[in-house]
Each structure stands twice: as structure tokens, then as C-alpha cells.
């Protein structure tokens, strides 16, 4: 599969360290078998970082958290509505810090403690969110992890940010997701939604059970969807994905492989797994992969 490239899959070994024993699974990634014990870190993720905010004239504050480390750092991009004090962003704090490199956690605008309106947010501001972050907090190269929507907008990025970006892991990346799943419906339904100028769609993963689009949203989204044309995208990139992901499915991951430039790409999908990916294997799968690519960078240079 084009995308696909130096790195082979089967030889990939995330367990380099720690001894985690791994089989293969099809040509396009590999299931892990369930770790039999779990890092002394993991029981004792907390938030251990101090509050700031990121102040942006004429555009929303946004609150972080940094901690100071070596490089590359690791940038935690969140997911839709999801917030920095996540288990999956402190756990990748506190991974950093026993490796003694830096991470930063923020929320996008409208979202947890930073400032704006939710309503009012777009793809195209949150990317602009992320792009400040990387721009104002981060020193050096940097390492992005990206849930979800976090997925779309750390490819976004690395494109515009290539010279800071040394290396992704996309976990269930939603590349280009919301539009994909509105042009799938029928033309009566799109629309009904026009005229609503809303779109209501089922979900777990919120406690109102449905996420609210607004058209205008899903309009802007539009002129950020990426999987139309090749993506200009070089660097080491490691793809996570839940093969029982009921929002985004896993071959979205494999439409990325296949688009980037790439030709250091992997896919791990791992057969239980949902959308959030935060069971404690899931999670150990995460810091196992940041703690492949921080090695595989430092040796390089």
C-alpha cells in the first residue's frame, strides 16, 4: 500500500524496552497482546503541572500546562470537546517526565479553561489554536500526539510547521471526519440539516448523547479536509487505531497512510479498542510509541 514505506511493520517493536511481547496482525499493522503488568507510572498519573495561559491578542487566551524537559518534546493534541486533564494527556505527561523530556497539554479555545465561545469555534481556529502553541510554547523539535480531531489538526501542523515537527502519532485520527460523514447522507437529509442549520449526531462519547454541528461549522470544515490530494508530510508517523471504533473508522487511518509523503509510516490497530483508545493498554500502546520515536530521533541525530 502506498504510504506504507521503510519501516516495517512486523519489525517495529515498541516493547524494546519493556519487554512487551507483540504478534502480527495483516499486512497493514499488528494487535499487541495485553501487557501483563503495567508501569509504576500509570497508577499514579496526576496533574503535577501548573495552570498558565497563553495570551493572543485578539484571539482567545488558551490554558496549558508545560513541562520542562529535553528534546524533541511532545505536544498532547486533544480530541473533539476534550480537555488537557484527560487520562490519556496525563498519562503522556507523566510519561515525559520520567523520561525527564518536555510536554505541553492545552484545551483548545471554547473548551475547558481557555477562553471563547464554543459556538463560535471552527476547524480553522483550532488549528490556529494548535498553531500558536507549537509557535509561542514550544522550544525545539517536537513530538505531536493527536486524538481524533486532535489527529486532523496535528497533520495540518506539520505542514505548516515542518521545521518544528519532527515526528506524529495519530490516535483514531478523524482526518477530514465530519465532512466525510455528512456527504455520506442523503440529499433530503443534508438538506433538512441546511435548513436547520444544525446536524444532531448520536454519540457515547457525550453525556447529552448527540454532538451538535452547526452547518456553518461543517462548512468551514470544508477548506481543511485533506484527503483529496497527496499530503505534504515527511516526517516518522505511527498511526493508532480501535478496530471497534463506532465514530471514526480504522481505515481513515489507512486513507492517511496512504496519502502522506511519507515513507516512514506504521499502523497498529488493535482489535478491542474503541474511539477514546484509554484503556490501560491502549495507553501503555501510546507512551510505548512516544518512546520509540523519542529513541529512534535521538539516535538519528
Request: hydrophobic share 40%; aromatic share 8%; glycine share 8%.
Amino acid at each position: 500500500m502506498a504510504g506504507l514505506g521503510a519501516t516495517a511493520l512486523g519489525a517495529w517493536a515498541p516493547w524494546r524496552r519493556w519487554a512487551w511481547p507483540a504478534r502480527s496482525f495483516g499486512p497493514h499493522g499488528f494487535l499487541a497482546r495485553k501487557p501483563e503488568w503495567a508501569p509504576r507510572w500509570f497508577a499514579a498519573c496526576r496533574q503535577k503541572t501548573s495552570l498558565s495561559f497563553l495570551n493572543r491578542p485578539e484571539l482567545p487566551n488558551l490554558a496549558y500546562t508545560k513541562l520542562k524537559g529535553k528534546s524533541p518534546g511532545v505536544i498532547f493534541i486533544p480530541g473533539y470537546l476534550s480537555k488537557m486533564d484527560g487520562i490519556k494527556a496525563l498519562a503522556v505527561e507523566e510519561f515525559c517526565k520520567s523520561l525527564g523530556h518536555a510536554c505541553i497539554r492545552f484545551d483548545y479555545s471554547g473548551v475547558g479553561q481557555s477562553d471563547g465561545i464554543l459556538h463560535q469555534c471552527t476547524v480553522g481556529k483550532w488549528r490556529k489554536d494548535v498553531l500558536s502553541i507549537i509557535d509561542e510554547l514550544a522550544d525545539g523539535p517536537q513530538i505531536l500526539v493527536g486524538c481524533s480531531l486532535g489527529g486532523w489538526l496535528m497533520l495540518h501542523t506539520a505542514i505548516a510547521r515542518p521545521e518544528k515537527v519532527a515526528a506524529l502519532i495519530g490516535v483514531a485520527t478523524a482526518a477530514d471526519s465530519f465532512v466525510t460523514q455528512f456527504n455520506q447522507l442523503s440529499v433530503e437529509t443534508k438538506k433538512e440539516i441546511e435548513i436547520k442549520g444544525e446536524w444532531s449526531i448520536p454519540t457515547k462519547y457525550s453525556e447529552e448523547g448527540v454532538y451538535c454541528l452547526r452547518y456553518s461549522f461543517l462548512k468551514e470544515a470544508k477548506h481543511h479536509c485533506l484527503l483529496h490530494s497527496p499530503i505534504p508530510v515527511v516526517c516518522p508517523i505511527r498511526l493508532l487505531h480501535g478496530m471497534k471504533d463506532d465514530l471514526v473508522p480504522w481505515q481513515t487511518s489507512m486513507q492517511v497512510a496512504d496519502r502522506v509523503l511519507s515513507t516512514d509510516v506504521d499502523i497498529i490497530l488493535r482489535k478491542e479498542s474503541d474511539h477514546r483508545m484509554k484503556e490501560k493498554a491502549d495507553i501503555q500502546l501510546i507512551v510505548y510509541t512516544i518512546d520509540d520515536l523519542i529513541d529512534k530521533l535521538t539516535t538519528a541525530s
